[in-house]
């Protein structure tokens, strides 16, 4: 007979986990599973790399059982786990974007910095990534009304464009930044 996911507490599944018990971290699985997997595919925009975040996530949670037993909020852990496995993949991609740079330019090779630290809240980075993510013009209007607080008409004249196409990529970079607050909303 299947154990109802939810029967038991997120405490106590967590314990369970803790002792080994892998019934309970299937049904933890069951549970959040699909907010790891969404806010995955929110960021990489793949489902094979969302599936595999996911994955990632949950056999790092087995793997570090031992370590379970002060966790206040399993939604916030998640929320970091999810959060650590998107960033490491952006931090891939930008070492692979960098190596094929190079090996276009015929420059020499040189190894990524291992001294580069996260150093911004949770919050700001998943925005920054959000943001990177957008085509090059929106984020590009984005960053110009946001960052350099330029009018709709200074950007306008400035990239030789209309104000309504300004007023459309801003509506749509704030569209993407809200179904992102939505998401991110599932691990508080």
């Known amino acids: 007979m299947q154990e109802n996911p939810k029967e038991s507490s997120d405490a106590q599944l967590l314990e369970r986990v803790h002792k080994g018990d892998s019934g ?45 037993t002060n966790i206040c909020s399993l939604k916030a852990y998640l929320f970091r786990m999810t959060r650590n496995e998107i960033l490491t993949l952006f ?31 949770e919050l700001v980075e ?24 330029m009018t709709y008409a200074e950007i306008a004249r400035h990239l030789n464009i209309s104000p309504r196409t300004v007023q459309y990529h801003i509506g749509k970079a704030l569209n993407e930044l809200r179904k992102l607050m939505d998401v991110m909303v599932l691990f508080v």
């Open 24 to 68: 309970a971290l299937g049904l933890l699985y069951i549970r959040y599973s699909a907010r790891v997997y969404d806010l995955a595919l929110h960021f990489s925009g793949n489902e094979k790399e969302a599936e595999d975040i996911t994955q990632n996530v949950f056999s790092r949670l087995w793997e570090r059982r031992e370590l379970l």
């Open 91 to 121: 931090r891939h991609r930008k070492v692979e974007r960098g190596y094929a740079r190079q090996q276009m330019e015929k420059e020499p090779q040189h190894a990524p910095d291992s001294s580069m630290k996260v150093t911004t809240t």
């Open 126 to 149: 998943m925005i920054d990534i959000a943001i990177e993510r957008m085509p090059e013009l929106r984020k590009r209007i984005f960053m110009m009304s946001r960052y350099d607080e």
